[in-house]
């Protein structure tokens, strides 16, 4: 059974500070997905990565893919209050289906 | 583009009640997903569509829980009769099979109350 595990589960860091989310996934793929969620809210693509090596940055978020290790991170940069929301990962099958399997969220909160 | 479009975006019912939920996807996708989302379970896929056909049901929890996709540009999610636990928020999301990724659009979801 395909499996994708996001660490940490929850996450509470300072403005300013830098952190990491992680999302390790069970099988073989190439194509990885962030999404962002804030509360009350819908699921918003943040980013596709489409290969292995991949790395993709907006603003203080900067997502990366390494399909060999079956991990992709999510780097957080200075992080401000704006950035507080839950994030995703979801990992594309493709040739099975074209579903996404998501990863349980990260619950990330920025304080002062 | 619009986006996803759901209705309504909240329902409060009885249980025992039909609760109808509706989706209209964005046009020219061609594969549309419903999912629930609790603080318990997370988000969950339900069931999915390609070419208006279901393809993989196997996320409906139970037969109270039915979904149509009778064209291109609607879909709907019945759940008869409702039940408390059936309480969540429901998202439909869209996208092309066929083009560079499978990069699901989200709906802005339908919260359902069942008392």
């Known amino acids: 059974e395909l499996k994708v595990e996001q660490n940490p589960l929850f996450l509470s860091m300072q403005e300013g500070k830098n952190y990491t989310i992680y999302c390790n996934y069970s099988?073989?793929?190439?194509?990885l997905y962030w999404y962002r969620q804030d509360p009350g809210k819908s699921l918003e693509s943040l980013f596709v990565l489409l290969s292995n090596g991949a790395v993709k940055q907006e603003g203080r978020l900067m997502a990366s893919l390494d399909t060999k290790a079956r991990l992709s991170t999510l780097h957080i940069t200075a992080a401000v209050h704006d950035l507080s929301a839950t994030y995703f990962c979801a990992v594309d099958l493709r040739y099975n289906t074209d579903k996404l399997i998501f990863g349980t969220g990260t619950r990330l909160q920025v304080f002062p | 583009d619009a986006g996803v479009i759901q209705s309504p975006r909240h329902e409060v019912t009885e249980m025992g009640q039909e609760v109808t939920l509706r989706c209209k996807p964005i046009s020219g996708h061609n594969s549309l997903f419903w999912y629930r989302q609790t603080m318990m379970r997370g988000l969950e896929l339900l069931i999915y569509?390609?070419?208006?056909?279901?393809?993989?049901d196997s996320g409906m929890p139970e037969d109270r829980f039915s979904a149509k996709m009778p064209n291109a540009s609607f879909s709907t999610l019945k759940i008869q009769p409702s039940e408390p636990r059936d309480s969540a928020v429901y998202f439909c999301a869209s996208s092309f099979l066929g083009g560079a990724t499978y990069e699901q659009y989200f709906g802005p979801g339908t919260r359902l109350t069942v008392t």
């Open positions: 569509f390609n070419n208006n056909v279901p393809i993989d």
């Open positions: 099988t073989t793929s190439d194509r």
